[in-house]
């Protein structure tokens, strides 16, 4: 048996209201030389019952179950199963347009890119409980590595360089020099992933139109969770990007969009400290932010941050008095915003 053109992989985990929408997304696809790939890991919700009826309807369906852990361990687990010459991650409360398979595809086949990423959707629910949805698009375009990286950090605007699961990769690049998604975090794996394979691809191509639709209206997703240690992490995952752009010496020609983008980082770990459904000591949140605000790296992002508003000037031109002034300020302002995260 021929293997598959592509291996899509969807990591599960207590996504039943979603799940069917986004396997469905995936087979009606018009390109039908993929296999998909779904992890269970761990689901105690109705997920594995839903995975069983369609591994049970469709052959290109390979259904894996594994011991819970973070979606890291999933994906990876994952890569482990997949026979095709190309990679796919799609995460499992997303969906995707129908002819996303074929245009990424050809697109990879017509410029022999080694990467190929596409615009996205953003989906919100308003107050009627009714979708409605944000365009995230970039232009049409095709790079060397050379030319990529002069202006890669272009690309992190609206994060389109950050995820997965908008991208079509060469499966040799991944195997042949052992990328996989580092486990011990649960933030940024995405781009970390994504800045080793950087490494190794030679030729990047863009996709204007915006097939991946990213849902945002999942309340149990893990990026709208609170943890302290996400302040190191992405304070790590930019020291990365930062190192290696100095190292191929084009970190100057990348910092305004670069800072920019962290800038933007670091105003919704501020909003995660507010909007959590996880109950946050004041201390514990009054350090967090405090950590946020004093750090060097954050104040010369907001240099390039291009947005304008109170929070803003709050911030870059330190008009608070103390730190539990800040607090109280951006208590109010976030339940004035109805908990709406900045992203």
């Keep these: 048996m021929n293997s598959p053109k592509v291996s899509i992989i969807v990591t599960i985990y207590q996504v039943e209201k ?33 995975c069983d009826k369609y591994k049970k309807k469709d052959a290109r369906i390979k259904f894996v179950k594994k011991n819970y852990g973070s979606i ?27 002819e996303m398979l074929q245009k990424m595809y050809d697109s990879c086949i017509q410029s022999n890119s080694d990467l190929i990423t596409c615009g996205y959707r953003k989906m919100y629910l308003n107050e009627n409980n009714e979708e409605y949805f944000v365009k995230c698009v970039v232009d ?39 990328i996989w998604f580092d486990e011990s975090i649960t933030r940024s794996e995405d781009i970390l992933f994504n800045l080793e394979y950087i490494k190794c691809a030679e030729s990047f191509s863009f996709i204007k139109e915006p097939f991946y639709v990213y849902n945002r209206s999942n309340v149990n997703s893990i990026t709208k969770s609170f943890q302290i240690k996400d302040v ?23 910092e305004m969009y670069l800072e920019h983008q962290y800038a933007v980082t670091m105003f919704s770990l501020v909003a ?10 004041k201390k514990v949140r009054l350090d967090y932010i405090k950590s946020i605000l004093d750090d060097r790296w954050t104040q010369k992002a907001l240099r390039y941050f291009s947005y304008s508003g109170f929070l803003t000037k709050l911030i870059k031109y330190k ?8 607090d109280s300020i951006f208590r109010v302002y976030f339940f004035l915003k109805k908990g709406k995260l900045v992203d």
């Design 72 to 98: 890291s361990s999933g994906r990876n687990f994952g890569l482990s199963f997949a026979t095709g010459e190309f990679i796919q991650f799609i995460d499992s409360d997303d969906w995707i347009d129908s």
């Design 232 to 254: 190191a992490i992405q304070n790590m995952t930019y020291d990365r990007i930062r190192d290696y752009l100095n190292e191929q010496g084009v970190y100057h020609s990348n």
């Design 140 to 178: 049409d375009q095709t790079y060397s590595k050379s030319e990529f990286l002069s202006v890669c950090a272009k690309y992190c605007q609206n994060f389109i360089l950050y995820f997965v699961w908008n991208k079509l990769y060469r499966a040799e690049i991944i195997k042949n020099n052992g």
């Design 18 to 50: 979603y799940l069917e929408r986004c396997i469905q997304s995936i087979l009606n696809q018009t390109f039908k030389d993929f296999e998909l790939i779904l992890v269970d890991n761990g689901s105690t919700d109705g997920s594995t019952e839903i």
């Design 272 to 281: 995660q400290a507010y909007i959590t459904s996880v109950e946050v000591p």
């Design 319 to 326: 008009l608070y008095k103390s730190i539990n002034t800040t």
